[in-house]
């Protein structure tokens, strides 16, 4: 992902677009995870994260933003468990017309997707990352509190 930086104009959209929207729900709409037989000796894993936004939908007065990622705890360079998850974030909006126009800047819609919703999506991701990994049969893996 781009690093992507707003100017003092762009946050100032930025800021009127989250203040016509409200978090309605996050939820999972597909979750897979896979883990590699095999016994670390040691539990110093490198992980990768990989974060892609999806796409905005609006109808009526909601927002849906779809964001997938793609964490990979690696042992010895090879993959050793491997967590891939898509979320749906649902907004409602106040505004619709402004919502709607803010969110047709390209450089406000990457901040949104590519900043935003992961910030608001990671404790949800935290949490099913560990619940996942300790399901697996491995001890269960905390990710960084901030991504």
């Known amino acids: 992902m781009?690093?992507?930086?707003?100017n003092q104009?762009?946050?100032?959209?930025?800021?009127?677009?989250?203040?016509?929207?409200?978090?309605i729900d996050i939820y999972i709409s597909r979750l897979n995870y896979s883990k590699v037989e095999i016994k670390p000796t040691t539990n110093k894993f490198e992980v990768k994260i990989n974060i892609k936004p999806g796409e905005?939908?609006?109808e009526e007065k909601i927002l849906k933003a779809n964001i997938n990622f793609n964490i990979k705890l690696n042992y010895d360079g090879a993959p050793f468990f491997t967590f891939e998850v898509d979320y749906k974030v649902i907004f409602?909006?106040?505004?619709i017309g402004t919502v709607e126009y803010?969110?047709?800047l390209e450089k406000i819609k990457k901040f949104f997707l590519q900043k935003h919703i992961p910030r608001i999506v990671w404790p949800y991701l935290r949490q099913e990352f560990n619940n996942s990994?300790?399901?697996?049969g491995m001890k269960p893996f905390n990710l960084p509190i901030i991504m």
């Not at 781009?2 to 707003?6: D, F, H, Q, R």
């Not at 104009?9 to 978090?23: A, P, V």
């Not at 409602?92 to 505004?95: H, L, R, T």
């Open 56 to 58: 905005i939908e609006t």
């Open 133 to 136: 990994t300790g399901k697996s």
């Open 2 to 6: 781009e690093n992507i930086k707003l």
């Open 9 to 23: 104009s762009e946050i100032l959209t930025f800021n009127e677009l989250i203040s016509n929207l409200g978090l």
């Open 102 to 104: 803010d969110i047709s």
């Open 92 to 95: 409602s909006m106040k505004d």
